[in-house]
């Protein structure tokens, strides 16, 4: 679409607009392949919100990805953790076999492991998609069972997701939010570490967090891909200015998301999400913060980010807090790509 169309559409200037297409946005995380896997969801197919208007799905797909300009994601295979060790490693085998050939086969996108092939995707005017795991339990059989990411097919692990599991202790309500990681879970931070495989840091328990931050190579940077910042919200799901901390001292980034019961507490628009971007650039400076959007993970998106072809509303609210050009090209992309650069190159 003509830049004036999706300006006038969306109720932004031209300039934001234009900005997030040059931008090569990064969105650190969506969620949008667990649709396809419960009710055969099309990926390929470009969709403005589902049955429930813009609750829990129709927020993400290939075709949107590619017509707003979003350069470059990690589109996610989650763990059931109801299945037995054996079957969550079948079924990830199974499911990164399918999104792989999805990939492959959606026009104009390519799956990309490095910095640098998303460079060259871009250059090629494709949208970049990394994969990533929501839920290190799907290969928590062994630590061996990790030599399934050796070819580096997978950008990063989510460690813990909304159960706690054999590598240590989700942050959610109900577990045990006083434990941490298992000596396996520190064991399997290490080899992830080794294979040159992100660490991801969002969902785990704030014990947890510290117990990976202290066996991480300290060479390598740490992501919280998808989270809020408990400094402007205290919630469970939220990071400390502690755990902040640590994520900047590691080189890493943080990606704000879209659930809005996550972010505040009544009437969540794009300027909440960027208070808590705010947070981070005036905690850590403007150098790690990023998006990560937990599109399509069944959540309640802010009203007027009903899915990723609204971004450039993001854009337009740091243009009206008179935020630099290169501080927003850093939080819609920049971070996230040198970040995923000191890790893979």
Known sequence: METSSVAEELGVSEEAVDLFRSSDAIDLHIESFVWRRIFGYDLNRSHRGGVFGRLFFGHADFPTARQVGLGGATWVISTNPARSAGGRRRAFEKNLGVLRTLLREAPGVRHVRTA???????????????IGIQGGNALDDGIDALEL????????????HLTSSRLGATSAPGASRSAGLTDFGRAYVERLNELRVGVDLAHISRPGFFDAVEVHDKTLPLFVTHTGLAGVYEHWRNITDEQLARVADSGGTVGVMMHSAFLGRRGVTAATVVDHLQHIVETVGEDHASIGTDYDGLIVPPRDLPGIWALPRLVQEMLDRRWSEPRIRKILGGNALRTIEALRG
């Open 149 to 160: 990411l050796a070819d580096r097919s997978v950008l990063r692990v989510t460690l813990l």
């Open 116 to 130: 640098a092939e998303l460079r060259a995707a871009r250059a090629a005017g494709d949208h970049a998609a990394f």
